[in-house]
């Protein structure tokens, strides 16, 4: 059983910050990946940022240079921080990790969060 539990989310102004955290737990054999998407309603998921366990990052192009991801290998955490927020950054953000599990190692999962609400307000 592996959780993903994430944190940080709110109603900010726009051109403020904000700062997410997911933390994966449970029968976690190793973390492959781990990243953050969004999704409004009516619209598909989409890509925000995702990092390696090497520390390689990728971004959607319209969040370079105003989001950071960043991870904690040690705590299985990884981090986004958002600056200079738009209103339409206003979404569900959903933690993503790939991971292996305990008894099948040899395998690569999915595993998502709960989603977190970001509203950004004009």
């Known amino acids: 059983q592996v959780q993903l539990v994430e944190s940080g989310g709110g109603l900010v102004q726009a051109g403020g910050s904000l700062r997410l955290s997911c933390a994966a737990s449970?029968?976690?054999?190793?973390?492959?990946?781990m990243g953050w998407y969004r999704q409004t309603p009516g619209k598909q998921r989409e890509l925000v940022a995702t990092?390696?366990?090497?520390?390689?990052?990728n971004y959607a192009d319209s969040m370079k240079g105003r989001f950071t991801i960043s991870r904690d290998n040690a705590k299985n955490t990884v981090y986004l921080q958002m600056n200079s927020l738009k209103p339409e950054d206003t979404a569900v953000y959903y933690c993503?990790?790939?991971?292996?599990?305990?008894?099948?190692?040899?395998?690569?999962?999915?595993?998502w969060g709960q989603g977190t609400q970001v509203t950004v307000s004009s």
């Open positions: 993503n990790a790939k991971m292996s599990v305990l008894g099948t190692t040899h395998v690569l999962y999915d595993y």
């Open positions: 990092i390696t366990s090497g520390g390689s990052t």
């Open positions: 449970g029968s976690i054999f190793s973390i492959t990946a």
